[in-house]
């Protein structure tokens, strides 16, 4: 599993332009209030913060220590209390059950074997109330393709970033982000690795929604599948 370094510190900036508004307004109508929900792989809070205003009883989880620093002063400007850990979603313990846990952003992507998906899948189980629900997503084919060799730059209010992404194996790609700030320069490398809807398909678990980039089906153009588990 790949765990932001220094680039956690830029993350909240080069991930301002994705809509936060459409996986909440995606998993609400599973929730009731007072649920309580466990994001992982939350990143810096952004979700999770936003359901906590909502009235809904959430926590985070996420591998990076970086990145949970950003999110706990988010947490504080936002004047709002609530627990993260600083874990692998794959192996977490956590002695508490959840009505919802989440995973979203690619970030099963981000595991590197079918054998961490079941450990993952195994995780979520434990830590959810019966009939509780796991609703994560996965890129699919055509964000792959769109993946296999993309160069990006972008300039922001006090740095600049290139983000390249190459596919570096049939299933598998890389991606090399360079932040030049001032005259410090930071390069880091993350793997992804493609997954079809089947390699998540797990027994404890029935698949009860499949929806292509927040609608109603699933469409070949789609870049993001969103998957509704419910647990048996």
């Not at 084919?141 to 596919?167: A, G, P, S």
Request: hydrophobic fraction near 35%; aromatic fraction near 14%; charged fraction near 30%.
């Amino acid at each position: 599993m790949n765990e932001y370094k220094k680039f956690g510190y830029y993350y909240d900036e080069v991930m301002s332009k994705l809509n936060y508004d459409l996986w909440l307004e995606f998993i609400e109508p599973y929730l009731k209030p007072n649920d309580k929900i466990l994001d992982l792989a939350c990143g810096t809070a952004t979700l999770v913060t936003m359901l906590k205003l909502k009235g809904y009883d959430a926590e985070g989880l996420d591998l990076s220590s970086t990145i949970l620093e950003i999110a706990k002063e988010k947490m504080k400007i936002n004047h709002l209390n609530f627990d993260l850990y600083n874990a692998d979603m794959t192996n977490f313990k956590i002695d508490k059950k959840y009505d919802m846990i989440t995973c979203f952003f690619d970030s099963i992507n981000f595991l590197n074997s079918k054998d961490k998906i079941k450990k993952l899948f195994k995780n979520v189980k434990t830590n959810l109330n019966k009939n509780g629900y796991f609703i994560c997503d996965i890129f699919s084919k055509t964000l792959l393709k769109e993946y296999e060799n993309n160069n990006l730059d972008e300039d922001y209010i006090t740095f600049k970033i290139n983000w390249v992404t190459k596919k570096t194996s049939s299933n598998s790609i890389k991606h090399t982000i360079k932040i030049i700030e001032d005259d410090i320069e930071i390069v880091e490398t993350y793997n992804e690795y493609y997954y079809d809807i089947k390699d998540l398909l797990n027994d404890d678990f029935n698949l009860i929604k499949i929806s292509g980039d927040f609608n109603d089906d699933l469409l070949d153009e789609d870049e993001r599948i969103i998957l509704v588990f419910q647990l048996k």
